[in-house]
Nanobody
Framework: QVQLVESGGGLVQPGGSLRLSCAAS????????MGWYRQTPGKQRELVAR???????NYADSMKDRFTISRDNARNTVYLQIDSLRPEDTAVYYC??????????WGQGTQVSVSS
């Protein structure tokens, strides 16, 4: 089993930046990729970015300009840098980890709110 805990969310003004963190624990050896998704009420959870163990990344097309994913494999931690935040970025951001047999683990989510 893998447990994921996100942190770093909060209330920021438009144009600001945030760095989200997600720490994995448990059977972290089984993780093949980690990523970030976001979800707002009434909308489906959408991919933000994903990074495989070897460093390959996959971004949603709309996220490539302002979102940057990074990983510290030694610490079993994945980060999401968000720059030039806009109100439409307001969402709950979820950390993910891909385990064996196609199983995807999820964190509890961290709230990002962008407002003046």
């Amino acid at each position: 089993q893998v447990q994921l805990v996100e942190s770093g969310g909060g209330l920021v003004q438009p144009g600001g930046s945030l760095r989200l963190s997600c720490a994995a624990s448990g059977n972290t050896f089984s993780i093949s990729a980690m990523g970030w998704y976001r979800q707002t009420p009434g909308k489906q959870r959408e991919l933000v970015a994903r990074m495989a163990n070897g460093g390959g990344t996959n971004y949603a097309d709309s996220m490539k300009d302002r979102f940057t994913i990074s990983r510290d494999n030694a610490r079993n931690t994945v980060y999401l840098q968000i720059d030039s935040l806009r109100p439409e970025d307001t969402a709950v951001y979820y950390c993910s980890a891909d385990g064996p047999l196609g199983h995807r683990y999820w964190g509890q989510g961290t709230q990002v709110s962008v407002s003046s």
